[in-house]
């Protein structure tokens, strides 16, 4: 055996010899499997959640199908399911799935109203979040960092065999590297190895998989670094471990958190609730004055309707969708104040993660989840489309053609195909530079 590996041999023994070193790696793999698990049945929970609602939505419109042959109250009492489907990745790093909701029913009537008044769950419970492998990675695997490389030299020079140590090794390197390496491998594996494991249950991309892999892997060689060096010519433990913790305590939570309180009182923002009464108050109000005046507000952005706003009796279904949509149209100026405020504060936040290893790791983890806030803005804007399509579909009825035949309703848009369809333009966005390198 040659001279390196006897000296890693060794450390492993030395290791295993330390009872609390054992009982902290062992509680380490135990919360980072705990974290797996939990990632793994929430997102797995999800998934069931979809695929019965799927289920249950395609039955609900089959049986609205059957009842009703007019076009406005198909419109009205079809609802249609729209999802944001966890990715492979999403057991690792649950981001902001717990705080943006992710799924919705949606139908002809204003949409303003339907995207804000969320089913999100108990908002305290939300706050609370839930522990994942990404928090576990970012926000504890530090702190046991610390624990394991705060004493490496101090606990040796206040025993007095620091100096016998240095003397009798062949190298200051072979004792030293090779104590750091086992203990670094070791964390690595108690970290990593329950993650692997929910990799592979969920099918997860293997280059992906490699590439976290590398970003973990730097991560904590950063903090080991860091605890090495702030030790390196410490005689008192205490005092290392201390002032490492209180750097950890201020990269991983205080300024995070005055960094999210800065950019809230820095960004304004509407609420959710005043964009919903806004446009509410536009809908309840369009039944008290002229009808005319609801249809040249809805002319004014749809003026291919302009020749078939004439009403025959006190109550048609175009004049009820028309005044829907000039709620949606009054409220608009709000929401996009809202999208826009969303995506400042996400986008400052980037600049405060620069300041803070654990959020800046944290935010490229669910970015390639897709369980950030970019995912939720994504979602969002294909509801907007998705309800787009159902008034291109429904409009031409309500305001010429009458009531649709069934062999109409069997091309009705759903949220499923416009996903398909949204993946497939994405694909060929992506092929064209190829194709067109190849030409060339």
């Given at each position: 055996?040659?001279y390196p590996l006897k000296q890693l041999a060794r450390e492993w023994r030395f290791l295993l010899g330390q009872k609390y070193l054992v009982v902290l790696l062992v509680c380490?793999?135990?919360?980072?499997?705990?974290?797996?698990?939990?990632?793994?049945?929430?997102?797995?929970?999800?998934?069931?959640?979809?695929e019965r609602l799927k289920a249950a939505d395609l039955t609900d419109l089959t049986n609205v199908q059957h009842k009703y042959d007019d076009a406005g109250s198909l419109a009205y009492y079809s609802f249609h399911l729209t999802y944001s489907s966890p990715s492979n990745l999403a057991f690792a790093a649950l981001g902001e799935r717990d705080i943006y909701?992710?799924?919705?029913?949606?139908?002809?009537?204003?949409?303003?109203?339907?995207?804000?008044?969320?089913?999100?769950?108990?908002?305290?419970?939300?706050?609370?979040?839930?522990?994942?492998?990404?928090?576990?990675?970012?926000?504890?695997?530090?702190?046991?960092?610390?624990?394991?490389?705060?004493?490496?030299?101090?606990?040796?020079?206040?025993?007095?065999?620091?100096?016998?140590?240095?003397?009798?090794?062949?190298?200051?390197?072979?004792?030293?590297?090779?104590?750091?390496?086992?203990?670094?491998?070791?964390?690595?594996?108690?970290?990593?190895?329950?993650?692997?494991?929910?990799?592979?249950?969920?099918?997860?991309?293997?280059?992906?998989?490699?590439?976290?892999?590398?970003?973990?892997?730097?991560?904590?060689?950063?903090?080991?670094?860091?605890?090495?060096?702030?030790?390196?010519?410490?005689?008192?433990?205490?005092?290392?471990?201390?002032?490492?913790?209180?750097?950890?305590?201020?990269?991983?939570?205080?300024?995070?958190?005055?960094?999210?309180?800065?950019?809230?009182?820095?960004?304004?923002?509407?609420?959710?609730?005043?964009?919903?009464?806004?446009?509410?108050?536009?809908?309840?109000?369009?039944?008290?004055?002229?009808?005319?005046?609801?249809?040249?507000?809805?002319?004014?952005?749809?003026?291919?309707?302009?020749?078939?706003?004439?009403?025959?009796?006190?109550?048609?279904?175009?004049?009820?969708?028309?005044?829907?949509?000039?709620?949606?149209?009054?409220?608009?100026?709000?929401?996009?104040?809202?999208?826009?405020?969303?995506?400042?504060?996400?986008?400052?936040?980037?600049?405060?993660?620069?300041?803070?290893?654990?959020?800046?790791?944290?935010?490229?983890?669910?970015?390639?989840?897709?369980?950030?806030?970019?995912?939720?803005?994504?979602?969002?804007?294909?509801?907007?489309?998705?309800?787009?399509?159902?008034?291109?579909?429904?409009?031409?009825?309500?305001?010429?053609?009458?009531?649709?035949?069934?062999?109409?309703?069997?091309?009705?848009?759903?949220?499923?195909?416009?996903?398909?369809?949204?993946?497939?333009?994405?694909?060929?966005?992506?092929?064209?530079?190829?194709?067109?390198?190849?030409?060339?």
């Amino acid at each position: 055996m040659s001279y390196p590996l006897k000296q890693l041999a060794r450390e492993w023994r030395f290791l295993l010899g330390q009872k609390y070193l054992v009982v902290l790696l062992v509680c380490t793999f135990v919360m980072s499997g705990f974290a797996i698990y939990s990632g793994l049945s929430e997102v797995t929970q999800q998934k069931q959640t979809i695929e019965r609602l799927k289920a249950a939505d395609l039955t609900d419109l089959t049986n609205v199908q059957h009842k009703y042959d007019d076009a406005g109250s198909l419109a009205y009492y079809s609802f249609h399911l729209t999802y944001s489907s966890p990715s492979n990745l999403a057991f690792a790093a649950l981001g902001e799935r717990d705080i943006y909701p992710w799924k919705h029913r949606l139908n002809l009537l204003a949409l303003e109203g339907q995207i804000y008044e969320s089913d999100a769950q108990n908002a305290e419970l939300a706050q609370a979040g839930k522990i994942d492998f990404v928090f576990v990675l970012s926000a504890l695997a530090p702190l046991v960092i610390i624990l394991l490389f705060h004493d490496l030299f101090a606990s040796e020079r206040t025993s007095g065999r620091h100096d016998l140590l240095v003397t009798t090794a062949k190298s200051y390197f072979s004792l030293w590297g090779a104590r750091i390496a086992v203990r670094f491998i070791a964390v690595i594996v108690c970290l990593m190895l329950p993650f692997y494991i929910g990799a592979l249950l969920s099918r997860s991309v293997l280059g992906d998989v490699g590439f976290i892999t590398f970003i973990c892997v730097i991560y904590l060689a950063f903090w080991t670094f860091l605890s090495v060096w702030w030790g390196k010519n410490a005689t008192s433990a205490p005092r290392v471990a201390s002032t490492l913790i209180g750097f950890w305590a201020l990269v991983a939570f205080i300024i995070p958190i005055l960094g999210d309180l800065a950019i809230n009182k820095a960004v304004h923002s509407p609420k959710g609730g005043d964009i919903v009464l806004t446009q509410r108050e536009a809908v309840n109000g369009a039944w008290d004055i002229p009808k005319q005046i609801t249809m040249d507000a809805f002319v004014a952005n749809h003026p291919q309707w302009t020749n078939y706003t004439a009403m025959q009796s006190e109550f048609e279904w175009k004049w009820y969708y028309a005044f829907q949509q000039v709620g949606d149209e009054k409220a608009a100026k709000l929401s996009h104040a809202y999208q826009d405020a969303a995506r400042k504060k996400y986008s400052l936040a980037g600049f405060v993660s620069w300041l803070s290893p654990p959020l800046l790791l944290q935010r490229g983890l669910t970015r390639m989840a897709k369980t950030d806030a970019v995912a939720a803005f994504r979602y969002e804007s294909q509801m907007r489309g998705f309800h787009k399509s159902l008034r291109t579909f429904y409009y031409p009825w309500l305001f010429v053609k009458g009531n649709p035949t069934k062999a109409a309703l069997e091309n009705m848009p759903s949220f499923s195909k416009t996903i398909l369809n949204e993946q497939k333009m994405l694909s060929n966005v992506d092929a064209q530079p190829k194709q067109n390198l190849s030409a060339n």
